[in-house]
Each structure stands twice: as C-alpha cells, then as structure tokens.
C-alpha cells in the first residue's frame, strides 16, 4: 500500500531554527493551494493510473503549519483525496499541529472529518526555550492541545521535544522530560537542533549571541532522554523516536522501510513503486517555491524539479541506511529479495562495521546497537 505525503507550505511566522521551506500564511493563498495539492494529485494519477489501484493506508499533513489551514480546508482536502483515491479501511491520517493555532472545537471537527492521528510541535515546556526557538505558543496551551486531542477522541496524540537548545542545561532538559512523561502522549519525537545555515539561531549564534550546549552535554541529553522516556514504558523503536505500544508512526515506517509514497505540494518528495517501469522505485522531488510549483502545476504540468528510476545499488544503500535507523533493523534476505545480491562495495563497508562492533549481525538480522545511535549520521555515512 501507498502511502500520501502533503507539504503545506504556510507558518504564522517562521521559528528561528526552522529550515523547512514555508511562506506567510494568507487567506486567498491557503485557498488557492487546496486546489493547487488537488490538481497534482490528478496530474499523478493521469500520468501513471496504475497508482490509483493501489490502496493508501497512510495520509501525512506536514508543514509547515498544517493545522493553520483550519478543519473545513483540511476536510476539503481528505475528501479531495478520498474521491481520487482509494483509501484502506484502517488508514492512519495524520495532522501536525502547531498548540498555538487550534481551539478546542478544531480538535472534535478535524475527528469528525477523519483524522485520527495528531502530532503536536510542543518542542519544549520550559517558556525561556519556546521565545529562543521562536514557538508563538505557551507549555499551557501545548498542554491544553493534548488534552483537547484526546477528548475529542484522536487514536494517536503525540508531541515534538527539541533538545540541546542555546542556554540550555541538563537539568532543563530533565525538566521537559518528566513534564512530558506526565502529560503521557502516545508517541513522543525528540530531536537535537542543528541550527541550519540562513536561519536566524544560525546567525545569531556566528554572532556570539548565544551558544550551544557541548557535543557531550548533548549527547548526554540524548542518553537522558531515552533511559527516562523508556522508563516511563516507552518504546524507543527508531533513533529519534518513542511510543507506547502499538502507537509507531505507521506513516514514517515506510520512509524507514522504503515503501511507497506519493510526495504532494511544494519541497515534497516521494517514492514511486510502478511495476516494470520502475522495479527499484522512482524518487520524486517538487521545486521548494510555492510560485514556480503553482506554475508548473496551472501549466497541467506534473511539478517535479528532479525525479529517476533508482538503480540496484542505489536501492540497498537506500534500504540500509534508512532501516538501520529502527531498533529491529533489517533484513538482508529481505533485500535480496527486493535488490538482488548486496553490492561487493556495500557488503564491505557493512562488514567493516560488524568487524568494529558498531553493526550487530545475526544470521539474516542486521542492526545498529542503541549505544551508537546518537552519532548514526556518521557511522551510516559510511554506507554511501
């Protein structure tokens, strides 16, 4: 099965650490995209039917702001969807969130519409870290968000923490955990910041402005984070995220497991699945400008800035490096079935990190142990 991904584009104000691509957010605008994100699911589905016979089990509304486009635009939307595509009985429907730009009310409409998963940008409880990163919202109300969420009978509610913020101690950190355990969501999302070039937090920390917490007091927040987070019966089932069971993002596996899906609106990306034209799957990407995507689109032309048919080699590399990010791992047999015989080149460097004990491999079982998970990115690199 399928799954969907919608990038809406539209934020408030931008957060100062914030790189994904997003605009101002205008009335005429959110309007106007609904049925921009409409018209190239036709132009996808005009171009390849064969993707309308396979089922969607999972819609992701990402952002951005989601939630600004408010529930009637959201329900246009899902129903948009629904009436182009076939969706499976069970599907999970996810909306991020921003706690500042919902009211109680949103929560019970956007149910009743259909979404049943709701993910929530909390990135922390402690005031002095919301105005840093630049959040228009208060712990209250990221509080009040989620209690909303599950009374209005949302299957899933879960949060986003940012640890290893400027200023930021051990101890506040400790703080933001206990205070989310408390508050006991479904899933919980922890990420350090990476302050990305051209961002204000960038910039104000190549200033001296403000600095960021050591490598090693971040790694040790990471550490904190998952022996508490498990403590409080959490699964931490991928590196940078934790469930009560049976609460996994169903949408975000199959990014981790290279299954399909169609990446919608501009900045999106997707992995197409189209039989013998596309046996390894077609990597999709949409141009990061809402102009030259609503371009494109009002031309009746498909958005894509840069799509191909992944060869073999690239594939296993694809299907290591994302699913050594879960705590279950691989499959090599898996991907010999799916890739054919692993690359020689790709069978070294694996075998290099058995050999030095950052990979553990049993029989057919290949995975990453939890002690090298905070510095993944570098040993991972080593793979491609």
Aim: proline share 6%.
């Amino acid at each position: 099965m399928n799954g969907i991904y919608l990038h809406v584009p539209f934020c408030i104000r931008k957060c100062s650490y914030c790189d994904f691509y997003s605009v101002a957010s205008k009335e005429q605008t959110m309007e106007r995209y609904c049925g921009l994100l409409l018209k190239e699911l036709e132009l996808l589905l005009r171009s390849f039917p064969s993707l309308a016979e396979i089922p969607a089990d999972t819609i992701y509304f990402g952002g951005g702001t989601p939630s600004i486009l408010g529930p009637e635009r959201l329900q246009q939307l899902l129903k948009g969807i629904r009436s182009r595509l076939s969706l499976a009985k069970n599907a999970e429907v996810t909306l991020e969130a921003n706690p500042g730009t919902l009211r109680e009310g949103d929560f019970h409409r956007l149910r009743e519409y259909g979404f049943n998963r709701i993910s929530l940008g909390v990135q922390s409880f402690d005031p002095p870290t919301l105005a840093t990163l630049g959040r228009i919202h208060t712990a209250s109300q990221a509080k009040d968000a989620l209690y909303s969420a599950r009374e209005a009978g949302f299957l899933s509610a879960g949060i986003d923490l940012i640890f290893g913020t400027p200023g930021q101690e051990a101890a506040d950190w400790s703080k933001d955990l206990e205070e989310a355990a408390a508050a006991f969501p479904d899933h919980i999302s922890v990420y350090a910041l990476t302050p990305e070039p051209d961002t204000p937090i960038h910039r104000a920390i190549s200033r001296g402005e403000i600095t960021l917490p050591s490598d090693d007091k971040v790694a040790g927040m990471y550490d904190m984070a998952s022996e508490n987070l498990q403590r409080a019966k959490y699964n931490h089932y991928e590196i940078s995220n934790f469930a009560r069971p049976g609460h996994e993002c169903r949408h975000n596996r199959k990014y981790w497991r290279r299954e399909g899906y169609l990446g919608l609106g501009p900045s999106a990306h997707g992995l197409l699945f189209l039989g013998e034209e596309a046996p390894s799957g077609m990597r999709t990407e949409n141009p990061r400008s809402l102009e030259e995507y609503a371009s494109r689109i009002e031309r009746g032309c498909l958005p894509w800035t840069d799509s191909g048919a992944r060869n073999l080699p690239d594939s296993w590399e694809e299907f290591l490096v994302f699913g050594l990010r879960m705590a279950e791992g691989i499959s090599l047999e898996e991907g010999e079935k799916l890739y054919g015989p692993q690359p020689e080149k790709l069978s070294l460097a694996v075998d290099r990190l058995v050999d030095s004990g950052h990979l553990i491999r049993n029989r057919n079982l290949l995975r990453m142990p939890k002690e090298y998970w905070f510095v993944s990115n570098e040993l991972l690199q080593q793979l491609v």
